[in-house]
């Protein structure tokens, strides 16, 4: 972290002499905020809001990189007073959210989720998360009908929208499989039928056999998931090799999946899991 600190210390000098340069207080939160040092992030912020006021935005980009840290802790602080200032914003309540799961604080994160929902009734990554903490919370009728609404509102949507729709339907599906895992695939059927044999979608498909104990036919789906780059098969493959204890392959696929993504919340479940195995447990 010392580039950071040196980074520091550089917009420091810059701010001396152009103080009145918005983008340089931003600049230099951001840069504080991956040191994890909340409190001079929102100093700076607070600077920027003097100055510009309108950039509302610049609290979700500075909790964002406390976050890409793993400074959680600091992204809820940041995120907090931003929110007390700009109530409006969407991502920021979603950033404070995935920050409060990442902890494992499911309860809270739920409320930041329901309240970005709330704000924005069509936003698809509030219905996914929201979906995602009730499951957390084992509200799961609850969690089905969030996950299917972000898959409708997905697909409705450009790409960005219909990918998380895609996700959201394999999560749907996971959680109808808990009891009835002919009508997941019925339901998953349904929406290959509609919009193709989408990654996501396959990837429901071999939770859905997981659930059902089918654990070669879903490991198998994985495998073909893995080689084809879709970065979460190998979260689910490793989740699943770790059941049934094939933990050196489980390991493997956890650290592979924790090189690309190093943090949020599914960073943190693969990071739980892979110590637990490391431990022995």
């Known amino acids: 972290m010392a580039e950071y600190d040196e980074l520091a210390s550089v917009y420091g000098m810059m701010l001396e002499i152009a103080p009145e340069d918005a983008n340089l207080w931003v600049a230099r939160a951001i840069v504080v905020a991956r040191l994890g040092d909340s409190e ?44 007390d200032i700009h109530q409006e914003l969407v991502s920021l309540w979603m950033t404070r959210g995935l920050a409060l ?15 970005a929902a709330a704000l924005d009734t069509t936003s698809v ?6 979906g995602r903490a009730l499951r957390a919370l084992d509200q799961i009728e609850e969690s089905i009908e969030a996950s299917q ?8 949507g450009g790409v960005a929208g219909a990918n998380s729709g895609f996700e959201a339907m394999a999560d749907a599906a996971d959680a109808i499989a808990l009891s009835n895992p002919s009508d997941a695939f019925e339901y998953l059927a349904n929406q290959v039928f509609i919009y193709g044999s989408r990654e996501a979608i396959l990837l429901g498909y071999a939770r859905v ?10 490991v198998g789906r994985l495998n073909r998931l893995v080689f084809d780059g879709y970065l979460t ?20 696929d956890l650290e592979a999946f924790l ?7 599914e960073a943190e479940q693969a990071r739980a899991l892979l110590e637990r195995l490391e431990a022995g447990e």
């Open 40 to 83: 001079s992030a929102i100093d700076d912020l607070m600077q920027m809001e003097q100055i510009d006021p309108a950039r509302g935005a610049a609290w979700v980009n500075v909790a964002g990189a406390a976050s890409g840290q793993r400074h959680y802790h600091a992204a809820i602080e940041i995120s907090t007073a931003g929110l």
């Open 101 to 115: 799961l990442s902890l494992d604080e499911e309860e809270e994160a739920l409320a930041d989720f329901e309240q």
């Open 125 to 130: 990554q509030a219905h996914l998360w929201r």
């Open 149 to 156: 609404l972000a898959a409708e509102l997905g697909a409705e």
């Open 209 to 218: 056999d997981y659930r059902r104990g089918s654990v070669d036919l879903a």
């Open 233 to 252: 098969a190998l979260l689910w493959r490793g989740i699943i090799l770790a059941d049934e204890g094939d933990d050196e392959e489980a390991i493997a």
């Open 259 to 265: 090189e690309i993504r190093a943090s949020g919340p």
